[in-house]
């Protein structure tokens, strides 16, 4: 389990297709202190399991399904990840519930940029629209975010700047995919409300 507060940003080394996987690895720096064989790494909010590291980076192995399903098949050297380690138990649970498990990928749709702010509009298919509430919480490339505005075909997030300079958000350029991952718990009161 993660919160969507991302650690830090990481830079891909490569994405090495191997048969019915592909191996990711990534430059870190925070994560990588503490992080052991098999732990769990969000890595642009998918949950990802360290298979190999060394002096300053980590490695995953990637199944195909997962390339599929999120933004991590795109990956080319250079590019810039958002990191973030599990949840510890004993630790503080700031963001919200993240699992790691990408719902969709949805675009960027517009950046709407002033002076201190930055607001993202990103496109929003109907199999998801009904877990987005304004005010709601919703994890886009790992990072937890509040809903802004959510109409059709489309839903909006504000980015402090201290989100747009330590998560790769800041520089994303309209057309650009994204992972999207819903909050959990409304998943849960449709299930329970459904019954």
Same mark, same amino acid.
């Given at each position: 389990?993660?919160?969507?507060?991302?650690?830090?940003?990481?830079?891909?080394?490569?994405?090495?297709?191997?048969?019915?996987?592909?191996?990711?690895? /990534?430059?870190?720096?925070?994560?990588?202190?503490?992080?052991?064989?098999?732990?769990?790494?969000?890595?642009?909010?998918?949950?990802?399991?360290?298979?190999?590291?060394?002096?300053?980076?980590?490695?995953?192995?990637v199944m195909w399904?997962?390339?599929?399903?999120?933004?991590?098949?795109?990956?080319?050297?250079?590019?810039? /990840?958002?990191?973030?380690?599990?949840?510890?138990?004993?630790?503080?649970?700031?963001?919200?519930?993240?699992?790691?498990?990408?719902?969709?990928?949805?675009?960027?749709?517009?950046?709407?940029?002033?002076?201190?702010?930055?607001?993202?509009?990103?496109?929003?298919?109907?199999?998801i629209a009904r877990?987005?509430?304004?005010?709601?919480?919703?994890?886009?490339?790992?990072?937890?975010?509040? /809903?802004?505005?959510?109409?059709?075909?489309?839903?909006?997030?504000?980015?402090?700047?201290?989100?747009?300079?330590?998560?790769?958000?800041?520089?994303?350029?309209?057309?650009?995919?994204?992972?999207?991952?819903?909050?959990?718990?409304?998943?849960?009161?449709?299930?329970?409300?459904?019954?």
């Open positions: 389990m993660f919160t969507g507060i991302v650690e830090e940003t990481g830079t891909v080394r490569r994405l090495e297709e191997r048969p019915n996987l592909a191996v990711l690895s /990534v430059e870190a720096g925070k994560v990588f202190v503490d992080t052991e064989l098999g732990a769990s790494i969000a890595v642009d909010g998918v949950c990802l399991t360290v298979t190999g590291h060394d002096g300053s980076g980590l490695t995953f192995d399904e997962t390339l599929r399903a999120t933004t991590l098949g795109k990956l080319k050297a250079g590019d810039r /990840v958002n990191l973030e380690r599990a949840v510890r138990a004993d630790g503080r649970l700031d963001g919200h519930i993240v699992s790691g498990h990408v719902d969709r990928i949805e675009t960027l749709k517009e950046r709407v940029t002033r002076e201190n702010y930055l607001e993202l509009r990103f496109s929003l298919d109907n199999s877990y987005l509430a304004p005010k709601g919480s919703v994890t886009v490339n790992g990072v937890s975010l509040t /809903v802004g505005e959510v109409s059709v075909g489309e839903f909006s997030v504000y980015i402090i700047p201290a989100t747009e300079k330590h998560t790769n958000l800041g520089a994303l350029p309209e057309g650009h995919p994204v992972n999207i991952e819903v909050d959990i718990l409304a998943r849960y009161i449709e299930r329970q409300m459904a019954k």
